[in-house]
């Protein structure tokens, strides 16, 4: 069974950085493989967003709002996603998400993690 764990939120004052980390475990041995890794923030009061995406085949998408703050990268060897985040302002304030897209021959599934609190201070 394929799990996703987030860590490395926290407080910061704004124009701090953070760098979350999106462990996916129990992917070796499966019959399935990761083609996507990304992630997803929902702030109090309003609706989940994608922040930044990364599969195997296409150039990492971003929400514009993080454009050029916030950077998704990867490490296949060992099933871990990366955001890196810059200049960080308080209304990135959100629990940020890493949600994992596992694909075997035309099927694939998602597996989300609990989320890691991210709180910027002004």
Do not use: H
């Amino acid at each position: 069974q394929v799990q996703v764990v987030e860590s490395g939120g926290g407080l910061v004052q704004a124009g701090g950085s953070l760098r979350l980390s999106c462990a996916a475990s129990g992917v070796t041995g499966s019959t399935f493989s990761i083609y996507a890794m990304g992630w997803y923030r929902r702030a109090p009061g309003k609706e989940r967003e994608l922040v930044a995406s990364s599969t195997n085949f296409e150039i990492p998408v971003y929400l514009d709002s993080v454009k050029g703050r916030f950077t998704i990268s990867r490490d296949n060897a060992k099933n871990t996603a990366y955001l890196q985040m810059n200049g960080l302002k308080p209304e990135d304030t959100a629990v940020y998400y890493c949600k994992t897209t596992l694909a075997r021959a035309s099927y694939e599934y998602d597996v989300w993690g609990q989320g890691t609190q991210v709180t910027v201070s002004s």
